[in-house]
Nanobody
Framework: QVQVEESGGGLVQPGGSLRLSCVAS????????MGWYRQAPGKQRELVAR???????NYADSVKGRFTISIDNGKNMVYLQMSSLKSEDTGVYYC??????????WGQGTQVTVSS
Protein backbone atom coordinates (compact mmCIF):
# COMPACT_ATOMS: atom_id res chain seq x y z
CA GLN A 1 0.00 0.00 0.00
CA VAL A 2 1.49 3.29 -1.13
CA GLN A 3 1.17 5.78 1.68
CA VAL A 4 3.12 8.71 0.28
CA GLU A 5 3.33 9.39 -3.43
CA GLU A 6 5.11 12.11 -5.36
CA SER A 7 4.50 13.41 -8.86
CA GLY A 8 5.65 16.21 -11.13
CA GLY A 9 9.32 15.53 -11.70
CA GLY A 10 10.96 15.75 -15.08
CA LEU A 11 13.53 17.45 -17.26
CA VAL A 12 13.71 21.24 -17.28
CA GLN A 13 16.18 23.77 -18.63
CA PRO A 14 18.22 26.00 -16.30
CA GLY A 15 16.13 28.98 -15.26
CA GLY A 16 12.93 27.05 -15.72
CA SER A 17 10.20 26.06 -13.27
CA LEU A 18 8.67 22.85 -12.06
CA ARG A 19 6.00 21.96 -9.53
CA LEU A 20 6.13 18.83 -7.43
CA SER A 21 3.09 17.38 -5.72
CA CYS A 22 2.80 14.83 -2.95
CA VAL A 23 -0.18 13.12 -1.39
CA ALA A 24 -0.17 11.23 1.89
CA SER A 25 -2.69 8.51 2.50
CA UNK A 26 -5.67 9.32 4.66
CA UNK A 27 -4.74 6.22 6.67
CA UNK A 28 -1.72 8.04 8.13
CA UNK A 29 -2.87 9.51 11.44
CA UNK A 30 -1.94 12.85 12.93
CA UNK A 31 0.36 14.34 10.30
CA UNK A 32 1.97 17.49 11.63
CA UNK A 33 4.74 18.08 9.12
CA MET A 34 5.26 17.38 5.44
CA GLY A 35 8.14 18.27 3.21
CA TRP A 36 10.79 17.40 0.69
CA TYR A 37 14.29 16.03 0.77
CA ARG A 38 16.49 15.55 -2.25
CA GLN A 39 19.50 13.44 -3.09
CA ALA A 40 21.94 14.30 -5.84
CA PRO A 41 24.22 11.64 -7.33
CA GLY A 42 27.05 10.87 -4.94
CA LYS A 43 25.69 13.14 -2.22
CA GLN A 44 23.76 12.68 0.98
CA ARG A 45 20.07 13.28 1.18
CA GLU A 46 19.34 16.86 2.26
CA LEU A 47 16.29 18.72 3.47
CA VAL A 48 14.89 21.06 0.84
CA ALA A 49 11.83 22.42 2.59
CA ARG A 50 9.26 21.46 5.17
CA UNK A 51 5.96 22.87 6.26
CA UNK A 52 4.09 22.42 9.50
CA UNK A 53 0.34 21.99 9.75
CA UNK A 54 0.25 25.43 11.32
CA UNK A 55 1.76 26.86 8.13
CA UNK A 56 5.27 27.53 9.36
CA UNK A 57 8.05 26.69 6.91
CA ASN A 58 11.76 25.96 6.75
CA TYR A 59 13.94 26.07 3.64
CA ALA A 60 17.47 25.07 2.80
CA ASP A 61 19.60 28.16 2.25
CA SER A 62 20.33 27.02 -1.29
CA VAL A 63 16.65 27.24 -2.32
CA LYS A 64 15.44 30.27 -0.38
CA GLY A 65 13.78 32.79 -2.66
CA ARG A 66 13.44 30.22 -5.47
CA PHE A 67 11.31 27.44 -4.02
CA THR A 68 7.95 27.70 -2.27
CA ILE A 69 6.34 24.95 -0.25
CA SER A 70 2.61 24.88 0.44
CA ILE A 71 0.18 22.47 2.04
CA ASP A 72 -3.45 21.50 1.70
CA ASN A 73 -4.24 20.04 5.10
CA GLY A 74 -7.67 18.84 4.07
CA LYS A 75 -6.24 16.69 1.30
CA ASN A 76 -2.95 15.69 2.98
CA MET A 77 -1.12 17.22 0.04
CA VAL A 78 2.07 19.22 -0.14
CA TYR A 79 3.47 21.08 -3.11
CA LEU A 80 6.89 22.38 -4.01
CA GLN A 81 6.99 25.17 -6.56
CA MET A 82 10.52 25.41 -7.92
CA SER A 83 11.66 28.40 -9.96
CA SER A 84 14.96 29.67 -11.35
CA LEU A 85 16.16 26.11 -11.38
CA LYS A 86 19.88 25.40 -11.50
CA SER A 87 21.85 22.34 -12.50
CA GLU A 88 22.69 21.76 -8.85
CA ASP A 89 18.99 21.26 -8.13
CA THR A 90 19.18 18.00 -10.04
CA GLY A 91 18.39 14.95 -7.96
CA VAL A 92 15.72 12.63 -6.70
CA TYR A 93 13.15 14.48 -4.63
CA TYR A 94 11.51 12.58 -1.80
CA CYS A 95 8.35 13.60 -0.03
CA UNK A 96 7.86 12.78 3.63
CA UNK A 97 5.10 13.00 6.19
CA UNK A 98 5.86 13.16 9.91
CA UNK A 99 3.26 12.32 12.49
CA UNK A 100 2.78 13.33 16.12
CA UNK A 101 4.82 10.43 17.59
CA UNK A 102 7.84 10.96 15.35
CA UNK A 103 7.07 8.24 12.84
CA UNK A 104 7.91 9.25 9.29
CA UNK A 105 6.56 8.03 5.99
CA TRP A 106 8.39 8.37 2.69
CA GLY A 107 7.57 8.33 -0.97
CA GLN A 108 9.57 6.50 -3.62
CA GLY A 109 11.00 9.70 -5.05
CA THR A 110 10.66 11.64 -8.27
CA GLN A 111 13.56 12.59 -10.52
CA VAL A 112 14.23 16.23 -11.28
CA THR A 113 16.84 16.95 -13.92
CA VAL A 114 17.93 20.49 -14.74
CA SER A 115 19.90 20.50 -17.94
CA SER A 116 20.10 22.25 -21.27
Amino acid sequence: QVQVEESGGGLVQPGGSLRLSCVASASIPGINTMGWYRQAPGKQRELVARIFRSGGTNYADSVKGRFTISIDNGKNMVYLQMSSLKSEDTGVYYCFALIWDGTDYWGQGTQVTVSS
